[in-house]
Nanobody
């Protein structure tokens, strides 16, 4: 079955950390560029981070220096380590796989609040 399943979201205080994970199945993970997007209430979905098939990374300016994307092709997983979280990071975070197809996970909620 072709799918992406995110996990690791939750409620965290400002300044805290979370690690999101995305488990892939049913396709050749190593050949897909992987991205994390997020969508806050009443806002458009935005790209947060991207990692190429060979591990090159890029980040939105708003998360540079705080978030780190990584992938493990053997385990077919992509992670997003989020540090020094801010209230404006509150959103549903989605994993995306881009290759022969564009695949999306169901999303995981991240809430940053005191």
């Amino acid at each position: 079955q072709v799918q992406l399943v995110e996990s690791g979201g939750g409620l965290v205080q400002p300044g805290g950390s979370l690690r999101l994970s995305c488990a892939a199945s049913g396709f050749t993970f190593s050949t897909y560029v992987m991205r994390w997007y997020r969508q806050a209430p009443e806002k458009e979905r935005e790209l947060v981070a991207v990692i190429s098939t060979i591990g090159n990374t890029n980040y939105a300016d708003s998360v540079k220096g705080r978030f780190t994307i990584s992938r493990d092709n053997a385990k077919k997983m992509v992670d997003l380590q989020m540090n020094n979280l801010k209230p404006e990071d509150t959103a549903v975070y989605y994993c995306n796989a881009a290759g022969r197809r564009s695949l999306w996970g169901q999303g995981t909620q991240v809430t940053v609040s005191s």
